[in-house]
Every structure is written in C-alpha cells, then in structure tokens.
C-alpha cells in the first residue's frame, strides 16, 4: 500500500498500550460481575453459606430485638418489628452481594468465612436503624438515656472491628470497602436520633449527615 510522502507507519500496538486495553466496564458491569461472583462463592462453598448464615441471624436477633423493644416502650411494638425485620432484609442483601469481595488485602485469596472483624462492621450495620427506633418511637424522657446508652457501645465497635482485623486478621478487600459504608450509615443514623431528641442543632446534625 502506497503512503504519502512524510507520513510514518502507525506505531504497533502492544499490550499495555491505551488501545488495547478495552473499553472501562461500566457500574452496571462492575455491578453484575460481582453478583456472579458472589453467587460463584455462595454455591460451592457450605462453609461460607454457614458463616453467613450465622451472622445473618445473629443479625435477626439484633434487629427484631432492637426494634421490638423500642416499639414496645413506645406502644408500636408491630411498628418496631416490621421496621426491623425490613432493615435486616437489606443489609443481609447487601452482605450477600458482596460475597464475591471476600478476599485477603493483599493477595487476594478467597476465603470462606466472614470472620469476627467483618461480623462486627456487619453488627454495626445491623443495629443501626434498632438505634434510630430507640430515638424515635419511645417518649422523649425515657428515649434520651436509651438511645446514649445503646448508641455508644455500638459506635465504639468501629475501632474494635480495625483493631481486630489488624492484630489477629483476617483483613480483606470486603472489610475495606464494607467498613466506610457502615460508618456513613451509622454515624448519620446517630445525628438524625440526636436531632429527634433535640440533643444537637440541624445544622450539627447536617454536617454529620
């Protein structure tokens, strides 16, 4: 093939060049492949589905109980178990979609259990609506000393679960992207019960949020 005059060939492309590196995969993308995954890793491990299965329930436990007894304090005892047995729902749905995250940092090796560090930041999630419930649904005078006395243990298990998995492991990828997301929730969570009780002004409450 003839070229014009003071054109050059067309550099080769190797395997690290832009071009050959394919299109980004879109959150969509990212998103289905880590379900396949997660299900991969739910269906050929019985261990793993053990694991989880355990902390789902002890999750159970912390919801139902959370928001029963905050309903029952407030004469909403249905109200409380259904907002409960609805958060527990979710945040075992998004626990199991994260399955395929379940690996060492670093290296990147499977593992099959959940472990104590990723079971708290679980726990923490698990009782985050139990605590806004407590802020909610009780009368004023009794859900001040309920909602400090529940909600401040539970926020101290975000420098237990790091300890935790930094001195006897294991750390993992899902531990690292699982415990930013928790805290979000949590701590927001604590801001708005804090409005409710009118312990903090909106704008405190908006900057935590």
Known sequence: ???????????????????????????????AGLLAESWRRWHQSRRLRRSFAAWALLGLALCLGGGG????????????????LLWWLLTSCLLWSSLGLLQTHPGLRPLDRLGTPNGLTLSRAYLALPVLLYAALPPLALARPLFLAV?????ALDAADGFIARRFGPLTVLGRALDPIMDTVFFSVCALGCLLLRLVPAWLALLVV
Not at 1 to 19: C, D, V
């Open 1 to 31: 093939m003839h070229r014009a005059p003071g054109t050059s060939s067309p550099a080769p492309r190797g395997p690290g060049s832009p071009r050959s590196a394919g299109p980004a995969l879109g959150p969509v993308t990212v998103l």
């Open 69 to 84: 007894s905050a309903g029952a304090l407030g004469g909403l005892l249905p109200l409380g178990l259904a907002l409960g």
């Open 151 to 155: 909600a401040a243990p539970i926020a």
